[in-house]
């Protein structure tokens, strides 16, 4: 086994205070819109994949391989002194395309997307998100009223919008 060193923390590399940071930037004032955790497994996940064998990152810090005959960064970017660029593999990942995939919408939302606009249009969206196959992300407390409601992944629902029968070839009416 290897023996490993710290390659530097977040902020010495990346230049801001830490991961959970750096989303909080990417989201705004907007973070209950999102599913956080996802985006940061899913960033941490491409980072680690970005990397090269051996350096990974843990929790805040970079890890890699501490002896020279165990570095094998050819094809990696290298800064000024030669060492692995890490903030440059860090800013090559899309961290915004990563967040807008985990962007979470209300019932009301759905409707609206759906474009239901009666006043029974929430449980009209949410029967056909049933019938869809379509099931929340996650339960959250509404902001107005408290109580627990459900959300939905924007992806999924716009999915399963383009899916739905009656869209694109008509198959069924065979000559």
Not at 28 to 41: L, M, N, R, T
Not at 102 to 122: F, K, M, N, P, R
Request: hydrophobic share 40%; charged share 30%; net charge negative.
């Amino acid at each position: 086994m290897a023996t490993t060193t710290d390659y530097g923390s977040w902020l010495n590399t990346v230049g801001d205070l830490g991961v959970a940071y750096t989303i909080g930037i990417a989201v705004g004032d907007y973070e209950d819109d999102y599913d956080v955790d996802a985006i940061k497994d899913e960033y941490v996940d491409a980072i680690d994949a970005a990397l090269p064998t051996g350096v990974f990152l843990s929790g805040d810090e970079f890890i890699g391989p501490f002896h020279e005959e165990d570095r094998h960064f050819n094809g990696f970017p290298l800064d000024d002194e030669g060492e692995l660029d890490i903030a440059a593999i860090v800013e090559s990942i899309d961290l915004m395309a990563i967040v807008e995939k985990h962007e979470l919408w209300t019932i009301d939302q759905v409707a609206e997307c759906l474009g239901y606009t009666t006043a029974s249009a929430a449980g009209a969206a949410r029967k056909k998100l049933s019938s869809w196959g379509v099931k929340a992300a996650d339960h959250r407390p509404d902001s107005d009223s408290g109580r627990v409601r459900a959300v939905y992944l924007r992806r999924e629902v716009e999915a399963a919008v383009e899916a739905r029968p009656g869209q694109g070839a008509r198959t069924e009416q065979q000559t």
